[in-house]
């Protein structure tokens, strides 16, 4: 199962929005509404930020987002503060296995 | 308070063996399957395997198939990842996740913080 393909960087001034896409195929990300999306700051445990495509845990920012057409997901930051400022990962559920995208570091200028 | 704390890491030589644990507390343990996932130096997130809540279906990475077994235990809320014939590509920090189920569904929402396995003569 190869992973899933997402920018390698993603760059936005504060305030702004930017998306982040993650696209996989239709054994993975066209068949299943279970991609999850992951905040990864250095040296720190990834953060459950997005499942099932958009919904948001507990304690997640409204001004994360997701959404899924086809073959790809995506994540949208809106608002974005320094703090956002990490990795972020996709990943899909995919029957038997979970596959995760290649990961986007994102940057706020 | 719900966490997860893996052990078990450390240097061993290639073709050895090495068996990670991951203690849950603060959930119903019994109720979740788990995953373990890992992470080379400076590279992405890989899945590695997962187990069911009662242990009833269990899936590996191709990259781990026949060299990795992943276990639980219940009674002792403890998740395990046995690890033999290692090779110098399996060097990472791996992550026990606890898989969601009616909140975070099939999300990783918890994870422990990770062990640091080093393959190398």
């Known amino acids: 199962q190869s992973a899933l393909t997402q920018p390698a960087s993603v760059s936005g001034s504060p305030g702004q929005s930017i998306t982040i896409s993650c696209t996989g195929t239709?054994?993975?990300?066209?068949?299943?509404?279970?991609v999850s999306w992951y905040q990864q700051h250095p040296g720190k445990a990834p953060k459950l930020m997005i499942y099932?495509?958009?919904k948001r845990p507990s304690g997640v920012s409204n001004r994360f987002s997701g959404s899924k057409s086809g073959n790809t997901a995506s994540l949208t930051i809106s608002g974005l503060q320094a703090e956002d400022e990490a990795d972020y990962y996709c990943?899909?559920?995919?029957?038997?296995?979970?596959?995760f995208g290649t990961g986007t570091k994102v940057t706020v200028l | 308070e719900v966490q997860l704390v893996e052990s078990g890491g450390g240097l061993v030589k290639p073709g050895g063996s090495l068996r990670l644990s991951c203690a849950a507390s603060?959930?119903?343990?019994?109720?979740?399957?788990m995953n373990w996932v890992r992470q080379a130096p400076g590279k992405g997130l890989e899945w590695v395997s997962s187990?069911?809540?009662?242990?009833?279906?269990?899936y590996y990475a191709d990259s781990v198939k026949g060299r990795f077994t992943i276990s639980r235990d219940n009674a002792k809320n403890s998740l395990y990842l046995q690890m033999n014939s290692l090779r110098a590509e399996d060097t990472a920090v791996y992550y026990c996740?606890?898989?969601?189920?009616?909140?975070?569904?099939?999300?990783?929402?918890?994870w422990g913080q990770g062990t640091t396995v080093t393959v190398s003569s």
């Open positions: 996740a606890r898989v969601g189920i009616a909140v975070a569904y099939y999300g990783m929402d918890v």
């Open positions: 990943c899909s559920y995919a029957g038997s296995l979970y596959v």
């Open positions: 187990i069911s809540s009662s242990s009833s279906y269990i």
């Open positions: 603060g959930f119903t343990f019994s109720s979740y399957s």
């Open positions: 239709s054994s993975d990300v066209g068949s299943y509404n279970l």
């Open positions: 099932e495509g958009s």
